[in-house]
């Protein structure tokens, strides 16, 4: 079945840093979602990406539809504590459909 | 705009034993889905209704699970009887364009 696969799968950073990540997939997708999951909690939708090449921001959060449609990028500037959590892309496992699939996520630790 | 509700947060059953899981969207919302969430992975959806119709229950285990919704609002999950591997987050979502998806808090299962 289609996968998303999400690196880089852990990383620690300083608060300040900035941080990358990205989600690429087999197959084409037409829409790109971005979520952050806290502890015992449900997934909080960040941004949503709609076209090839978009680049979205949601205060420090930049997110970039990659051209190539299978792939996504996140960022976040200047890193802050609460910025800890598991950050998951999402989009639809098949072009036409609204069944989306979720990546294996980032899980994000930063170190005050 | 009140969330999406789910209840309870917590379950501990043992397994052969039977659940059931509720939510409420958001008001308005046409789309709501369910989704299992396993330890360490993504979120996987198990069944996708709009409106108080079956849109998608591809990945649903229909031998033990099922799910309903009725009158275009409320949703139940039950599991009957549940299993050991069924130990996990559920999480209910809903939407209002089938693109952006909002997350419940999600009901944490354990299967003893």
């Known amino acids: 079945g289609q996968q998303l696969n999400q690196s880089p799968q852990s990383m620690f950073i300083q608060e300040g840093e900035d941080v990358s990540m990205n989600c690429t997939s087999s197959s084409i997708f037409n829409t790109w979602l971005w ?5 015992g909690e449900g997934p909080v939708l960040l941004i949503a990406l709609y076209k090839a090449g978009e680049l979205t921001s949601n205060g ?29 892309c999402a989009g639809p496992g098949t072009s036409g459909t609204y069944k989306y699939i979720f990546g294996t996520g980032t899980r994000l630790k930063v170190l005050a | 705009e ?18 059931a899981f509720w939510c409420n969207p958001i008001s308005g919302h046409a789309t709501l889905y369910w989704y299992q969430q396993i330890l360490g992975q993504g979120p996987k959806l198990l ?35 549940a299993k050991l ?12 364009d089938a693109y952006e998806q909002y997350f419940g808090p999600g009901t944490r299962l354990t299967v003893t």
């Open chain 1, 35 to 39: 979520y952050k999951q806290d502890p």
């Open chain 2, 47 to 81: 069944i996708q209704f709009q409106n108080n119709g079956v849109v998608d229950d591809s990945q649903l285990p229909k031998d033990r699970f099922s799910a309903e919704r009725l009158k275009g609002v409320d949703s139940t999950l039950k599991i009957q009887p």
């Open chain 2, 2 to 19: 009140a969330g999406v509700a789910q209840s309870p947060r917590y379950k501990i059953i043992e397994k052969r034993q039977s659940v």
């Open chain 2, 85 to 96: 591997e069924d130990s996990a987050v559920y999480l209910c979502a809903s939407s209002l």
């Open chain 1, 60 to 88: 420090r959060l930049t997110a970039q539809f990659g051209i190539t449609r299978k792939d996504s990028f996140l960022n976040i500037s200047a890193s802050i504590p609460s910025d800890v959590g598991i950050y998951f």
